[in-house]
């Protein structure tokens, strides 16, 4: 599984690969340039194939140090290239300042001031290798209007960012300062040994383009990687769910694969826990029962088959009903009702079962007296945006405002504290969905670049994903397993589906993808 790296993972590893003298910082630059040359022709073939023109601009640390050397190699190829400054050589790190040197000896290098948008417009390639990592704060107003002229650009030029675009925040994707406009869109960011965490959360997609990662070499020296992280366990970016993990056993039955309680609302509510008892029996849950109040029986029994009913009216008979430790996890929340679900709150919890609380069951929580008290590390808390800011108003607020020094802090952040805070696994709902555990688990689910899933943006999926983590949970799976399975399940199914989808095809899309997995 891949790891999605903060500024300071990737400066500590960095460091710790050329305090063991295995590389040089130079050695890494080296690489770096060639591995954006690399990509950039891996992108459009047609490069490679003759020499064209390239504007390469290049900031006043390392990252403008990976522009003097890709000018270099493109220059080598027979490219005209032409070359801007933002800053003063003198300045430059050493390294920087010696890759400035060598391109020095093949061509001139111009101030940034003297940057016209047309002159972009013009070329095949433009680089951005103004700030990387490195980024502090907004970026200067002269860079932000080049950025504003290269957002809609007239002419052919491929927009390549070094590492990021300048601008975007390595650690939460977001832009730096108020103004949205002050950033280089690209259509590739190369980026080095791994993500950072800002390539895939916020508006880090939508500003990349695409994204490839360039070895620099720093796996070779990955037990020097490791211990250059100080910066606490790195997040996780999820890719797929192990084919042993979810195959059933052949000699198992029903009874081997839990029993999910998934509790409904009234009349005319009902749909919500309907989606999502139909997702958890389809992920391999081994019974699925609806807990419904007894006017709403009629409803729910008119629409169901495969799914069993029990009428569930008051706390008290919820809990009587959970007597029975077959029943083994719980879905609650999905048009429930808020009042009711505050009502059902306290029998819920104090049955310490493996619970899902979703929607409603989250606005009752953030009403409730006694807050978070008795959440369990069994219980899985499955926000938007619009629920993780009533149950976590301070920690929505700062990632509100808009941040003015980088790193800013991110949805990582935020999913990481609310869960320490909850003391139990939270998933942060979006493109960029957000999985923390109290402890220190965190990962992300990402629906962005090859694995972009907009049609989950419609009524009900959030129900359907609800139903997953509870189902996967009934089958055994602790609760960060369950969520991390469940979310990308989600996606693949919204994929595998693709564009029309609504909630009800998420379930009955699973068995292609439980399929696709050699189940
Ligand atoms: N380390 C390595 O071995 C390797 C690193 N590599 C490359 O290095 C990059 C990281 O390099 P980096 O740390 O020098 O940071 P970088 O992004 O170039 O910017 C720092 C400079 O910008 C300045 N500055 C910041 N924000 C500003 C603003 N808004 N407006 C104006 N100035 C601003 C800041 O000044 P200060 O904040 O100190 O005032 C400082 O001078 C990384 O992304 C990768 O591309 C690769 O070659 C692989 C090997
Ligand atoms: N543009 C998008 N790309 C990927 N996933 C999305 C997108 N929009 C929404 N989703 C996903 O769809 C689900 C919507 O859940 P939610 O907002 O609770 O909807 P509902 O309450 O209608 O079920 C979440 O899992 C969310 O991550
Ligand atoms: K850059």
């Not at 900031?59 to 890709?70: A, R, S, W």
């Not at 590492?163 to 080095?192: E, H, K, Q």
């Not at 699925?288 to 799914?307: K, R, Y």
């Not at 310490?352 to 606005?363: C, F, N």
């Amino acid at each position: 599984m891949a790891e999605l790296l903060t500024s300071a993972q990737m400066r500590a590893a960095e460091q710790a690969a050329m305090a063991s003298g295995a590389v040089t910082g130079l050695d890494l630059m080296e690489r770096a340039g060639q591995g954006v040359v690399n990509a950039a022709l891996g992108a459009w073939p047609e490069l490679a194939h003759s020499s064209y023109k390239a504007v390469v601009l290049c900031g006043p640390g390392n990252n403008g140090g990976d522009g003097f050397v890709i000018a270099r190699l493109l220059k080598q190829r027979g490219w005209d290239v032409e070359v801007f400054l933002y800053g003063t050589p003198e300045k430059l790190p050493p390294d920087a300042r010696t890759n400035y040197e060598r391109w020095q000896a093949l061509g001139d290098v111009a101030g940034f001031v003297d940057l016209c948008v047309g002159q972009i417009e013009s070329c095949d390639l433009v680089i951005d290798a103004l700030f990387g990592t490195g980024l502090t704060r907004p970026i200067p107003a002269v860079m932000a209007a080049v950025a504003q002229g290269l957002a809609h650009p007239n002419g052919a030029a491929r927009r390549v960012a070094v590492d990021l675009p300048t601008g975007l925040c390595s650690d939460s994707g977001r832009i730096l300062g108020d103004d949205p406009s002050a950033v280089f869109p690209s259509d590739l960011t190369v980026s080095f040994h791994s993500l950072k965490q800002g390539h895939v959360l916020g508006q880090g997609a939508e500003i990349c383009g695409q994204v490839a990662v360039a070895d620099i070499g720093l796996n070779a020296v990955g037990e020097t990687l490791r211990a250059g992280m100080q910066d606490g366990p790195a997040v996780t970016l999820y890719d797929e769910p192990h084919r042993s993990a979810l195959a059933k056993q052949g000699f198992g039955h029903k009874y081997n694969h839990g029993h999910a309680l998934i509790l409904t609302g009234p009349s005319g509510k009902t749909g919500a826990a309907r989606l999502a008892a139909r997702a958890a029996l389809r992920v391999g849950t081994g019974l699925v029962t609806l807990g419904t109040p007894h006017e709403a029986v009629t409803e729910v029994a008119a629409q169901i088959t495969a799914l069993m009913l029990i009428e569930i009216d008051t706390p008290d008979l919820l809990t009587r009903v959970l007597s029975d430790p077959r029943l083994n996890a719980l879905c609650f929340g999905p048009g429930f009702g808020v009042a009711r679900a505050g009502a059902f709150l306290p029998a819920v919890l104090a049955s310490r079962r493996a619970t899902v609380l979703d929607a409603d069951a989250l606005t009752a929580l953030a009403q409730s007296d006694s807050g978070f008290a008795n959440l369990h590390e069994n219980c899985v808390l499955t926000p938007h945006a619009g629920e993780f800011k009533r149950l976590f108003p301070d920690l929505a607020a700062r990632l509100a405002e808009p941040p003015l020094t980088g790193p800013a802090y991110s949805k990582v952040d935020a999913t990481r504290s609310a869960a320490q805070r909850a003391g139990c696994t939270v998933l942060f709902k979006g493109p960029d969905t957000v999985i923390a555990s109290p402890d220190g688990q965190c990962s992300v689910s990402a629906a962005v670049y090859e694995r972009a899933a907009p049609w989950l943006a419609t009524a009900g999926a959030g129900d359907v994903l609800a139903g997953l983590i509870a189902g996967l949970m009934a089958r055994g799976f602790p609760p960060h397993q369950a969520a991390e399975i469940a979310a990308w399940l989600h996606v693949e199914a919204a994929r595998s589906f693709g564009p029309g989808l609504i909630a009800e095809d998420l379930p009955e899309t699973l068995p292609k993808v439980l399929r696709g997995l050699s189940l």
